[in-house]
């Protein structure tokens, strides 16, 4: 069983800074890409941001120069770096991971996982 752990969310004033993580337990054999989702209510889920096992990454133009994503491949962790926030960018963020199982192996082969995702807050 395949289970996203985020935590980093909460309340901030605008001008702030957060910074969200989501590691990946279970016994997987590798992750590729990893990516930050935004939804609020009545919005479908919008990409923020994301980043391939090679470290390549994108951004929404939104956050562009406020957030970087990053990951730790030993520790099957990404993390998101949110400074200068606004209140435009309360929501609750998600986080995905795309992993592979072991070559062999009854489930071989790329599956996506969630993230029970976290609240992001941001008072004027």
């Known amino acids: 069983q395949v289970q996203l752990v985020e935590s980093g969310g909460g309340l901030v004033q605008a001008g702030g800074s957060l910074r969200l993580s989501c590691v990946v337990n279970g016994r997987i054999f590798s992750i590729n890409s990893m990516t930050w989702y935004r939804q609020g209510p009545s919005m479908q889920r919008q990409v923020v941001a994301g980043?391939?096992?090679?470290?390549?990454?994108n951004y929404a133009d939104s956050v562009k120069g406020r957030f970087t994503i990053s990951r730790d491949n030993a520790k099957n962790t990404v993390y998101l770096q949110m400074n200068n926030l606004k209140p435009e960018d309360t929501d609750v963020y998600y986080c995905?991971?795309?992993?592979?199982?072991?070559?062999?192996?009854?489930?071989?082969?790329?599956?996506?996982?969630w993230g029970q995702g976290t609240q992001v807050t941001v008072s004027s």
């Open positions: 995905t991971a795309r992993v592979n199982f072991a070559p062999g192996t009854p489930y071989e082969g790329e599956y996506e996982y």
């Open positions: 980043i391939t096992r090679d470290g390549s990454r």
